[in-house]
């Protein structure tokens, strides 16, 4: 069974990998629906970093990001994807891509984790709610 801490460090670093992913595309966006989209995930994603880490702090643990590797990679590939496609279909359907890999490690994890603090569980909640919900907001642009 993996611990809280545990649990939190993969809600933060799943954020932090869904940042990465909007911010990657977000330039090569230009419907502007689509860019108010992204910019809400953006928004979210970053308040779950954020209450993550604050809760992995408040624990005496300080949050462990993603590495450098798993960063650039990302972001290469998300960049030759939408520079080939600057279609919103296209870069719709590498963020419902990004969130459904989130979706299912996020679920993995949580049932291979031992919560018993409900904030935590809360948070991990709302993670999966957010990356369905933005699944669903995504298939709007395909």
């Given at each position: ?21 909007v ?7 230009d ?52 520079m080939?496609d ?57």
């Amino acid at each position: 069974m993996l611990s809280e801490n545990q649990l939190l460090n993969h809600i933060y670093q799943t954020a932090e990998m869904g940042r990465e992913g909007v911010q990657s595309v977000l330039r090569y966006a230009d419907e502007p629906k689509l860019v108010n989209a992204l910019n809400s995930q953006l928004t979210e994603y970053e308040q779950i970093q954020n209450a993550a880490g604050s809760l992995l702090q408040a624990r005496g643990e300080p949050p462990k990001g993603l590495g450098p590797v798993t960063k650039a990679s990302s972001e290469v590939m998300s960049t030759v994807k939408a520079m080939t496609d600057r279609s919103p279909a296209n870069i719709a359907e590498m963020m419902i891509q990004g969130s459904t890999m989130g979706v299912t490690k996020s679920l993995r994890t949580i049932r291979d984790s031992d919560v018993r603090d409900e904030v935590v569980r809360h948070l991990a909640d709302k993670l999966l709610q957010t990356e369905q919900a933005n699944i669903e907001e995504m298939k709007r642009f395909l």
